[in-house]
């Protein structure tokens, strides 16, 4: 028999470095988790991916036992990652600052496109696309499809 979900819980936390910290403890902690278990758990399977923000869905049973997915790191980090920039533009249709090729655009629609509201790999490059402009970068190259 299934078990009875309480609630389910969102949140973004860096990988291997879960603790019971806010915002991990007082969101855990309301639902009655326990909090050194999930950070166990969390820091032991994200050990490859140390450092990298990394968003998380928790779903709470009313047994306060817990399962958690963890999905690929937010497009707007990775792009920043490939044009090696540590923030976006405050004003992204008049300063731009950095760029990026087609090419990695089409890598990271590739890596997130299970996460992403789309069935095709045009249409996640053309929201990774639209998501690099918000942020102030400039796609450089031919469109890559």
């Not at 979900?5 to 973004?12: D, E, H, Y």
């Not at 928790?58 to 997915?69: C, G, L, P, Q």
């Not at 999905?71 to 540590?86: C, Y």
């Not at 405050?90 to 996460?115: F, H, L, Y």
């Amino acid at each position: 028999m299934a078990k009875e979900v309480a609630g389910m819980i969102k949140l973004q936390i860096k990988g291997a470095a879960a603790n019971p910290s806010p915002p991990v403890g007082p969101a855990l902690g309301s639902k009655g988790v326990n909090i050194m278990e999930f950070c166990k758990q969390f820091n032991a399977r994200t050990q490859d991916q140390a450092g990298k923000l990394l968003p998380v869905i928790i779903t709470v049973y009313r047994d306060k036992s817990f399962d958690f997915v963890i999905k690929h790191p937010p497009v707007a980090v990775q792009l920043m990652e490939m044009a090696k920039i540590t923030k976006g533009s405050p004003e992204s249709n008049r300063n731009k600052v950095g760029s990026v090729t087609w090419d990695q655009v089409k890598t990271i629609a590739e890596d997130k496109m299970v996460d992403l509201n789309c069935f095709t790999i045009e249409s996640a490059i053309t929201m990774v696309a639209g998501t690099a402009r918000s942020i102030g970068l400039t796609i450089k190259g031919e469109k890559a499809i």
